[in-house]
Nanobody, 117 residues
Framework: QVQLVESGGDLVQPGGSLRLSCAASGSISNAYNMGWYRQAPGKERELVATITSDFITHYADLLKGRFTISRDNARNTVYLQMNSLKPEDTAVYYC???????????WGQGTQVIVSS
């Protein structure tokens, strides 16, 4: 079993930056991809970015250039650097780890990001 703990969500003004962190406990091997998703009020959960154990990244098209995902395999931690934040980035951000072969997927509890003046 894998447990994920997110942190870093906050209230920030438009144009500001935040860095989210997600620490995984339990058995995380290089066979897991890690990623971030978000869910805004009244909307479905959507992909933000993913990263493989060898640091191949994938981003939602609309977020490229503003968000950066990174990963520390030694610490079993994935990060999301968010710059030039907009009110439409307001959402609960969820961490996810997913096995590359087996049907295993784990979610964190979410961390709230609010972008407002």
């Amino acid at each position: 079993q894998v447990q994920l703990v997110e942190s870093g969500g906050d209230l920030v003004q438009p144009g500001g930056s935040l860095r989210l962190s997600c620490a995984a406990s339990g058995s995380i091997s290089n066979a897991y991809n890690m990623g971030w998703y978000r869910q805004a009020p009244g909307k479905e959960r959507e992909l933000v970015a993913t990263i493989t154990s060898d640091f191949i990244t994938h981003y939602a098209d609309l977020l490229k250039g503003r968000f950066t995902i990174s990963r520390d395999n030694a610490r079993n931690t994935v990060y999301l650097q968010m710059n030039s934040l907009k009110p439409e980035d307001t959402a609960v951000y969820y961490c996810n780890v997913r096995h590359t072969v087996r049907p295993l997927s784990f979610w964190g509890q979410g961390t709230q990001v609010i972008v407002s003046s």
